[in-house]
């Protein structure tokens, strides 16, 4: 019984030790991140924070694979780059326009090695469910999809994506991408 417990007590504190070295859990970096992005206006602050405690790689790949086996290493590499900036900003766009709010954390859910960390934001009379999907990447937490009032940034990218690959040639869809990013950027 005493070997049981005090196995027990190991096991708990070396979790707790395998999760502060991880930097803390899932739903502590997304506190975090709240926190050094509240009230900041600076899209480009909001974007450095953004890049910080997100794998907008992982975005851009998850959005773009298939579609890479239909063009050059090199246009692969450019679009996936655009793109994962085009992505940074436009969230970072997003939260720039919030000026006050409160967020509550509803908790995590662990599922087929995502776990998603569920919030809800007020900002006024409005309220929106924000769930962020991580995962560790070398050692550390990352946002790899962001889902607002249950739409998934990926998922949805990807639908716009089929269609914009079925109806325009590779230059026309990096110059839009591009010129996007541009107009975020301001």
């Known amino acids: ?3 049981k417990l005090i196995f027990n007590i190991i096991i708990f504190f070396s979790a707790i030790a395998l999760i502060n070295a991880a930097g803390g859990g899932a739903t502590d970096i997304i506190k975090t991140l709240n926190s050094k992005i509240s009230g900041v206006k600076s899209k480009e602050k909001i974007a450095k924070e953004l890049e910080e405690y997100s794998c907008f790689s992982c975005i851009s790949s ?3 694979d298939k579609y890479c086996k239909n063009l050059s290493d090199k246009q692969c590499a450019d ?3 655009v793109f994962a900036e085009m992505v940074k900003y436009s969230i970072a766009d997003k939260l720039s326009g919030f000026s006050s709010y409160s967020i509550s954390y509803l908790g995590e859910e662990t599922n087929d090695g995502l776990t998603t960390v569920k919030t809800n934001v007020k900002s006024g009379e409005k309220s929106y469910s924000i769930n962020y999907e991580m995962k560790q990447i ?5 946002i790899v ?3 607002v009032e249950d739409i998934s940034t990926s998922k949805n990218y990807k639908k716009q994506f089929r269609k914009l690959f079925k109806k325009q040639s590779y230059d026309q869809i990096i110059s839009r991408l591009k010129s996007k990013l541009k107009e975020l950027k301001k």
Do not use: C
Request: glycine share 6%.
């Open 138 to 142: 070398s050692g550390k937490w990352k």
């Open 79 to 81: 679009i996936k780059d």
């Open 145 to 147: 999809n962001y889902i």
């Open 62 to 64: 998850d959005v773009l």
């Open 1 to 3: 019984m005493k070997v």
